[in-house]
Each structure stands twice: as structure tokens, then as C-alpha cells.
């Protein structure tokens, strides 16, 4: 029988978290065949649309190859302490995953780049039809109407162990809600504090690995 982690659960927001920058809005930006991307997220902003219909919406108007898109994804920057974190958790008996709201095949592609092929991922999908890209959104919570992906359901099933939670935006605010410690910049920096739910403030990767070490064990 495999032995049960001894550490803590890691969950990492991905862009703008392990990312230096918004993978999908670089990706929407570049790729949309019309401005029309810019109304969608205006409306999901103000909270007049669901994650969902604007995801499907904005990927439906992108006009890009599966090889093209892959391309792209090999000039993503990703935050160089994530993977020394990546290695901590293997090393400390932490489980470590990813929950986005981006689509799995970039993140992968994006990655299997810096040779992190084993994180686990949790994210929307899409698939190509008719040269056009179809969102899919295997992880949608009924429960939750707003979120495409509602993250919380990850860190509801783990018992006796800390929950870490790491994210800067709107979609992260619903697992910052359940964890037991918080990471948050920007968005979701300034959403939980109007909230009044306690956090730790980050800039970068570091000072969560840092923070680790500190807290539950020391360096690799």
C-alpha cells in the first residue's frame, strides 16, 4: 500500500502565480479574430456573465492551429522558484497540484517546457473542431453558478493536513475561502481584505518557499 503524504497540500493558481504574466489573455489578445473578446470580459468583470459563457465565448474567436498555440507556449516565463517548490513537496511528502481556469493543453505544453511533467493539473479543457477551439469545462461545481472551474472542491477532500493556497485573481477566491492558508496578490489580495479573510501577502514564488521551509521543514 503507498504511503499517505506527511506534508501539506499545495495548490497553485497558475497564471500570474506560476506564470510571469496571463498565459490565456496573451493568448486571447494575439489570437482573437475580432475585438469582441474585449465587451465579453467587461461583462464578466462586472459580474453580468458567467466564467463559463465568456471562456466559451472568447475561445470560440480565437483562429489558431494546434501547432501555432503550442508554439506560443514555449515563450512562457514561469516564476523560477516554482520549480525548487515543485522539488520541496517531493522532498517534504507534499502533494502539489495545479488548479486553473486556463485549459489544460497550455499549461501541459507550457510545463512539459520546463520539464515539470509530472505536476498534477486540474483545468479546463478544449478540443478543436472544424479548426475552431471548443471549451470544455470538466470540473464546473453546480453548486457554484460564477466559476467555470470552481477550485474549492480540490481542497475540500483533504482531511488532516494544511491546505496552501496560492492565486492572484477572481477564481481564486472561492479555495481562499476554504484553505488554511492563503497566498494572495492583486484581485485577490484586495477581494480578501474587503472580506476581512486573513492572508499572507506575496510578491513572488520565493517567499512561499520560503515560508515552507520556515514552517514545515527545511531546505532540499
Known amino acids: 500500500m503507498p504511503s499517505r503524504p506527511t506534508g501539506p497540500a499545495l495548490f497553485f493558481d497558475f497564471d500570474n502565480t506560476v506564470t510571469l504574466g496571463d498565459v490565456l489573455d496573451r493568448v486571447i489578445e494575439r489570437y482573437s479574430a475580432s475585438e469582441s473578446w474585449r465587451d465579453w470580459e467587461a461583462e464578466w468583470q462586472a459580474g453580468r456573465m458567467s466564467t463559463p459563457e465568456c471562456l466559451r465565448r472568447q475561445l470560440g474567436d480565437l483562429r489558431v492551429s494546434p501547432e501555432e498555440l503550442h508554439r506560443f507556449m514555449s515563450y512562457v516565463d514561469i516564476d523560477p522558484a516554482f520549480p525548487r517548490i515543485v522539488a520541496w513537496a517531493a522532498a517534504h511528502g507534499a502533494d502539489l497540484c495545479i488548479l486553473s481556469d486556463n485549459f489544460s493543453p497550455l499549461i501541459h505544453a507550457i510545463l512539459d517546457h520546463q520539464g515539470l511533467t509530472t505536476v498534477p493539473v486540474f483545468a479546463n479543457a478544449f ?19 460564477r466559476c467555470a472551474h470552481c477550485k474549492a472542491q480540490h481542497l475540500r477532500v483533504v482531511e488532516r493536513r494544511p491546505r496552501i493556497f496560492v492565486g492572484d485573481g477572481l477564481s481564486d477566491v472561492c479555495p481562499s ?42 531546505r532540499c
Open 177 to 218: 475561502l476554504v484553505a488554511d492558508v492563503v497566498f494572495a496578490k492583486d484581485s485577490l489580495a484586495a477581494d480578501l481584505d474587503h472580506r476581512d479573510v486573513p492572508f499572507r501577502h506575496y510578491r513572488a514564488l520565493d517567499d512561499v518557499l520560503r515560508y515552507l521551509e520556515e514552517h514545515h521543514g527545511g
Open 127 to 145: 478540443v478543436f473542431t472544424a479548426g475552431r477551439l471548443e471549451a470544455r469545462f470538466p470540473f464546473r461545481d453546480p453548486a457554484c453558478p
